[in-house]
């Protein structure tokens, strides 16, 4: 219920337009780095890999951003089965941060891909699986990235899996914030 009431008075502050971001430059390769190592502490039913680690500077909230960052991951953990893998990478693409989150799990349908970032939006297979959750997960990381001028590129198939790429551009080293 704490989660729940933590969640919605988010989405509250974002729609009054009183969510303050403490912006500074961090390197979020040591940041993803440290997400990996506390999820591999946590997770010890499926493998997490990470096969690249960049350093990469970034101008926004580090604190928010590893709040949007850790939903794609538990999503990840959440919807792969166990002994199964989930792959967290970024990448320094001149300068642009490049975060990807790839798993072997469940997947979603083409239509299901749509919605997933709606608030409250839950998949009729993960609501009758039994997979809980309330369906805001993603609509908060999408406003997190989307403070930070990122976008968000979603793949998945089927029962196959997911892969969820975060793009952040530097836009602090690139003039446009100082």
């Known amino acids: 219920m704490k989660e ?4 919605l008075l988010f989405l509250s502050r974002h729609d009054k337009k009183t969510l303050y971001l403490n912006r500074a430059r961090f390197n979020m390769g040591h940041t993803v ?5 506390e999820t591999r ?3 010890k039913h499926r493998r997490i890999e990470a096969p690249v680690l960049e350093d990469v500077m970034v101008y ?9 960052i850790r939903v794609f991951i538990d999503n990840a953990i959440k919807y792969t089965a166990d ?5 967290i990478s970024c990448k320094n693409q001149e300068g642009t941060c490049i975060i990807i989150i790839e798993d072997t799990g469940i997947g979603m349908k083409k239509e299901e891909i749509k919605q997933i970032f709606e608030r409250f939006y839950r998949a009729d297979s993960v609501r009758n699986g039994g997979v809980e959750g309330h369906g805001l ?7 997190i990235i989307l403070k930070h001028v990122g976008t ?3 793949r998945s198939q089927f029962e196959k899996g997911s892969k969820f790429t975060i793009v952040l551009p530097d836009y ?7």
Do not use: H, N, P
């Open 4 to 7: 729940l009431v933590e969640k």
């Open 152 to 154: 968000i590129r979603v």
């Open 83 to 87: 002994r199964d893998t989930i792959r």
């Open 60 to 68: 926004g909230d580090e604190q928010a951003l590893k709040q949007a």
């Open 172 to 178: 602090y080293s690139q003039g446009f914030l100082k």
């Open 41 to 43: 502490m946590v997770e």
């Open 33 to 37: 780095e440290e997400m990996v190592k």
């Open 137 to 143: 997960g993603l609509s908060i990381a999408k406003l």
